[in-house]
C-alpha cells in the first residue's frame, strides 16, 4: 500500500516517488524526505493481492497513468494489452503521443514514464551501487566511439581508460574483434550496447583503444561492482586562478545518489572559505535525478537570497492541484552568494541539472549563462508508484517544474531562455575542468567578461544532435538498467 510521496528528477525521467516507506526525489530511486502532503494515493492501490501477471500489472498501470498523467487527454480512452509482450511496450504505446509531442521523451531518449524495479533503484540511490567497465560512452557523427568520463574504483580506469580514449574494436577474444564501424553498418548503435555486453559483474570484453596520444592498445577489461561518486576526488570540485581571479569549480556527474548531499557541502564549504563569488557548474553530461538534491544546490547558490525567494514550483495537472508545492530558498552554512555564474550544458544536461539552471534565471539574468550547447529540454518529472509484491515501480510523468517567475515551458532546451549564453566545444582531448577545455576555456571568459557567440536560439535541444555536423551522443541501450537511466552514457 502506498503511504508516503517522494520527489525526483531525471535525465531521462524526473520524479516525486510515492512509497511503501520513507521518501525522497530524484531520478528514477527514491530516499531521504522531501514528503508531499497530502500523501498520494492511487486507484486502484497497488497492493500485494493485486497479483504480478503480466495482464495485472499492466491493467495497474493503466489505471496508475488515467489517475495521474501529466498529459491525460493524450491517453487512450482504452487500448487492449494482449498484444503486448511486457508492461514497458505497453506503456510506450499508451505514452506515445505525448512522447511525439516531445513532453514524453522522444528525441532518441524513450520514454521518461516507465516500469522499473524497486529493489534495484533504491540500491542505487543509497549507494551509487552499478555494475560495468565505469565509463561513460558517446558516439559522434562519424559513429566514432569515445569514454567522455571514467569513474574512479571502476575497472576501466584501473586499465589507463580515460576520458579522450577512442575504441575502435569490441569482441569476446583478439580473434573474433570487429570494428566499431562495421557493427554500426550492420547492426545500427544498438549493436554497439550490444556488443558491450550485460552489466553484469565478471562480464569480459577484449577492446582495442587509440589513447589520446596515439598509441594503440588491446587488452581485455572484466566488468565488476563498483559505487559511483557523484563529485570526483580527481576534477569535481576546486578552485582555479584565471587572470588574477578566483573561480569556484564543480563538476557534478548526477543528483541520483545520496552522497551527492554531502559531497556538494563540502564543495561549497571550500568555494566559502575562499569568498568565491565566480563560480563555473559543470552539468555537461548531468542528465538529474534527486529534487532534494536540485533544491540543495539552489541553497548552496542562494546566500545572497531572502527567505521568501523561491527556487521552485512543483504543478501537477488541475485535478491533483492539491499536491502543488513551492520550494523557498533556506540558508545553509556552506552557502554563498554568487554574483557570476557559468552553466555548463550539452544535449545530455537534463531534468534536475535544468531545473537548478532555470532557478537562477530570475534572480542573475545574464549574470548567469548558459555554456556549450542547448540543453535537452526536460521541464517535467515523475511520481514512482509501487507494488511491492512485484518488485514493480511505475515512473509516470506527472508534474512540471516552474522557477520563480512561473516559466517551465522549456521543452525544446534552456537557451532560448537565457539572456546570456555562449557557444562552445566538448573538448575530450582535454580533462574535465582543465582552464584550457573549450568549454571550461569558455566558461571562464565568459565569468571575466569576454564577448562570445551566443548558442543558437534555433537549435533544439537533444532533437538538434541529428541536425547538427557536430552530433554527439551519449550511448543508450534499448533496454537501460536503472544506473543507466540515472548515469546516462553508463557502461
Known sequence: MLTQGLVRRFGAAAAIAAMLAGCGGGGSG?????????????????????????????????????????FPETLPASLDPTPFA????????LTE??????????????????????????????SGASAGFGVRLFYDTANRLFIAEAFEGAPALAQGIDRGTEIVAIGTSEANLRTVTSIVAAEGVAGVSNALGPSTPGTARVLRVTDPAGGVRTLSVTKAEFSLTPVSARYGAKIITDGGRQVGYLNLRTFSIDSADPALRQAFAQFRAANITNVIIDFRYNGGGLVRIADLMGD????ARAP??????????????SFNTTRLFRAVPESIAPTRIAFIGTRASASASELVINAQIPYLRANAALIGTNTFGKPVGQIGLDTAACDDRLRVVAFQTQNAERKGE????????????????DDVSRPLGDPQEASTRAALDFIAGV??????SGEVGAQAARTSGSRRELLTPE????????VPGLF
Open 30 to 70: 527514491s530516499t531521504s524526505p522531501v514528503a508531499v502532503t497530502p500523501t498520494p494515493t492511487t486507484s486502484p492501490s497497488p497492493t500485494a493481492s493485486a497479483g504480478c501477471t503480466l495482464r495485472q500489472r499492466q491493467d495497474l498501470v493503466f489505471a496508475q497513468l488515467r489517475e495521474w498523467y501529466l
Open 86 to 93: 511486457s508492461v514497458q511496450s505497453y506503456l510506450d504505446k
Open 97 to 126: 503521443t505525448a512522447r511525439n509531442q516531445g513532453r514524453d521523451g522522444g528525441q532518441g531518449r524513450g520514454s521518461f514514464t516507465y516500469i522499473t524495479s524497486i529493489a534495484e533503484e533504491n540500491a542505487f540511490t543509497s
Open 300 to 303: 548552496l547558490l542562494g546566500r
Open 308 to 321: 521568501s525567494d523561491v527556487i521552485d514550483h512543483t504543478v501537477f495537472r488541475p485535478e491533483k492541484a
Open 410 to 425: 522549456y521543452y525544446n532546451g534552456l537557451a532560448p531562455f537565457m539572456e546570456a549564453s555562449c557557444q562552445a566545444a
Open 451 to 456: 564577448s562570445c557567440t551566443r548558442i543558437a
Open 479 to 486: 533496454q537501460p538498467a536503472v544506473a543507466q537511466r540515472e
